[in-house]
């Protein structure tokens, strides 16, 4: 049932509150000026959110994917560009160094990403195309006595030029398979490593705090020792991290529609026209009532994915809903609060203004909206007629 | 050094508060109780001061039983265990019988050290700490900024209108904070799971030795004769300028008293 222990709700509290006192005030001046957050970001580290799913042997919280997913939320309710940068630093960047590392390589990564110290980001989109990824893929890696030598371009790619960025997950093709198609394998390739260029930042519609770069690779050599898992077994590993992945979209997307109520069940109190507080004007209770709607089923689609996901069942067709509802959700109650907002909904000084150019990557990132219906489609068993 | 802070459950600023028809006392079901704010300071300050000179730090609450999610805040933020004094026969005491509660209580349980909140957002007397010092027979050093302890010596910097004055004493002692101090951590996962684990004493009168006809709304010295919602925020003053608007503003300002 979807009832929060005591533990959960005093987490998502306690991160409710830190949004609202410390990313609240801050956050909107950040975002016009695409700076990334780095103060923010060294609170959220001292709290431990960035530790959140991992073991306190690896120097995490101890706790699991949906206490992550609970506080993806709670910041997103908030902003976006923090709620992003957490959700890849920990589910794309440290999480797979997690589930398939060697005990070096998690002795080596871990407790820096955990605290929030170091950011991990995963290269796996490239120019060519993110949706077929086996088709879209032309990055290379070469293995040249004990090093790897990697040639290629990825795209989009969060939190691979900040700071504090350590390391990037690459996806390349490392062979052909036996059955003819590209081999994928993930390599780790350490910031700074001479042959891999992080250029500028994209200048995005929304996000604008967070951190997006295109990364480039020639002849960038690192130790065999970086392959992530096994070798072929890249393309199955980033399967896996984007399933649970779109849990925590489908946490933030939840997020941001909440964060839509939030704002404005706040403004049509205050607002007023035709002599009275536009909240008194039906077709603007109703317009608040569907937000809450899409925001609590949204809710409940994703707290169920993340059950089964905990309980160890399958929770492929659940994930992909839960993506799929919730960025449907986050895009629906953008729209419409900036409307309850009027022109002022269309100022970047206001949180929905914000909310609105935010939600719609949300139908994009980490499989698009297609992608979710073709895996649904396929769950349901219509992929082979 | 044994440190207790003390931890009230209040009403949300946040939200609308009221006090009740039938006992005039504060309504605490009408809203949603949170840590009194100066008093997550008082136990940020606990924390740090533990980290620098070892020993433990307990959280001393009275209030109803809802009041257990204060504790447990506490707790998480690193506090290492709690006395929770409840009873219904607690209820409606004033600042006086309540400060009498707490130090039976403090008495019993011991101490090095007591710290809490200047005041609380509720009722604002803000004259526990100086009560409870009383009380105890130990110095009271109001108001801090700013702690040290070095042995059984302690120094404060008490915060007053000119500026701040130094004031040191030996432990056991009381002292109240005030929010310039520190910046209160927010408690870790880690924090939140480790709460569960430990200790909450529950005390009631009996195990406080507290006696019944010295507290609730009968041992009280004060009592609320008669209350009345505040008055509707009146519009404000508009002051033109024609020339002489900088005159009129101060003018203004010194009626009210601000200058
Ligand atoms: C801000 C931002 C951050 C990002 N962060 C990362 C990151 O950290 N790491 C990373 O690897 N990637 C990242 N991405 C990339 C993101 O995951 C991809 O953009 C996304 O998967 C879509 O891929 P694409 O852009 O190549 O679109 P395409 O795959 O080219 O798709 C174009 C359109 O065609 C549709 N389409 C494709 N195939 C089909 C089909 N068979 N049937 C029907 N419709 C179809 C798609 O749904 C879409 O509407 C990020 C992107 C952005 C914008």
Redesign the pocket.
């Known amino acids: 049932m979807h009832r929060l222990s005591d533990e959960y709700e005093a987490l998502r509290k306690t991160v409710g509150e830190f949004a609202r006192d410390v990313v609240a005030p801050v956050i909107g001046d950040l975002y016009e000026r695409c700076e990334f957050p780095y103060d923010i970001v060294r609170q959220l580290g001292a709290m431990g959110v960035f530790g959140l799913p991992i073991p306190e042997e690896h120097g995490g919280m101890g706790g699991d994917y949906f206490a992550l997913c609970l506080a993806l939320e709670e910041l997103a309710r908030v902003d976006s560009s923090v709620a ?1 940068t957490v959700e ?1 630093a920990v589910s ?1 960047g440290a999480m797979p160094i997690y589930r398939f590392g060697t005990p070096e390589q998690r002795e080596r990564w871990l407790p820096a990403l955990a605290a929030g110290e170091m950011l991990g ?5 490239e120019p ?5 990824v086996p088709g ?1 893929m032309r990055t290379t890696a070469v293995l040249d006595g004990d090093e790897w030598v990697i040639n290629g371009t ?7 030029g900040t700071d504090i960025t350590g390391v990037v997950g690459v ?1 390349a093709i490392t062979g052909t398979t036996e059955a003819g198609k590209p081999e994928i394998s993930t390599i780790l390739v350490p910031s700074g490593t001479p042959g891999f260029t992080v250029s500028k930042k ?1 200048s ?1 519609v929304g ?1 604008s705090a ?1 951190d ?1 770069r295109e990364l480039s690779f020639a002849d960038c050599r690192v130790p065999a020792a970086n392959l992530l898992g096994e070798r072929g077994r890249g393309y199955a590993q980033f399967l896996q991290t984007l399933d649970e992945g779109r849990i925590a979209i489908a946490a933030l997307s939840v997020g941001l529609a909440q964060g839509c109520v939030d704002e404005s069940l706040r403004y049509v109190r205050e607002r007023r026209a035709f002599g009275h507080p536009i909240g008194h004007y039906q077709a603007i209770q109703f317009k608040v009532a569907d937000m809450e709607v899409r925001a609590h089923t949204a809710r409940l689609a994703y707290y169920h994915a993340a059950e089964k996901m905990l309980a160890g069942e399958p929770f492929k067709k659940e994930a992909a809903i839960a993506k799929l509802v919730a960025s449907n959700a986050a895009m629906d109650n953008a729209r419409d609060a900036t409307q309850v907002f009027g022109g002022y909904g269309f100022m970047n000084e206001f949180p929905v203004g914000r909310f609105y150019r935010d939600a719609k ?1 949300l139908e ?8 979710q219906r ?1 895996l649904i489609a396929r769950q349901l068993g219509l992929a082979d007629l | 050094m044994n440190i207790v802070v003390c931890v009230k459950q209040v009403p949300d600023t946040a939200t609308e508060r009221k006090l009740r028809s039938d006992d005039k006392t504060l309504d605490r079901e009408a809203a949603d109780g949170v840590v009194n704010e100066l008093d997550e300071y008082a136990v940020e300050e606990a924390l740090r001061l533990k980290e620098a000179h070892g020993g433990e730090v307990t959280v001393l609450t009275m209030g109803p039983d809802k009041a257990a999610d204060t504790i447990r805040k506490a707790l998480a933020m690193g506090a290492d265990k709690a006395v929770h004094v409840t009873d219904e026969a607690l209820h409606g005491s004033d600042a006086l019988s309540t400060s009498y509660a707490m130090a039976q209580t403090l008495k019993k349980i011991g101490f090095d050290l007591v710290i809490l909140g200047s005041e609380s957002t509720d009722a604002r007397t803000g004259v526990l700490a100086a009560m409870l010092a009383e009380r105890l027979g130990v110095p009271q050093l109001t108001l801090a900024n700013k702690v040290d302890v070095a042995g059984s010596s302690i120094t404060i910097q008490r915060v007053t209108d000119y500026g701040f004055d130094r004031v040191e004493a030996t432990l056991p002692a009381v002292v109240s904070v005030v929010e310039k101090i520190n910046e209160p951590r927010y408690p870790s996962f880690k924090g939140i799971m480790a709460a569960k684990k430990k200790p909450v004493a529950k005390f009631g009168l009996a195990e406080a030795e507290i006696a019944a006809d010295q507290v609730g709304l009968g041992g009280a010295w004060s009592e609320v004769a008669e209350f009345a919602a505040a008055p509707p925020r009146a519009a404000g003053t508009v002051v033109k300028d024609e020339g002489d608007g900088g005159a009129k503003t101060a003018e203004f300002l010194a009626a009210k008293k601000f200058i």
């Open positions: 992003i890849a794309l980001a995963f290269g796996l989109t060519g195309g993110g949706s077929d879209g990825k795209a989009f790619i969060t939190n691979s996806a994209y995005k996000w967070s997006t990557i994009i990132g980490e499989g698009t909206s297609e992608v073709m």
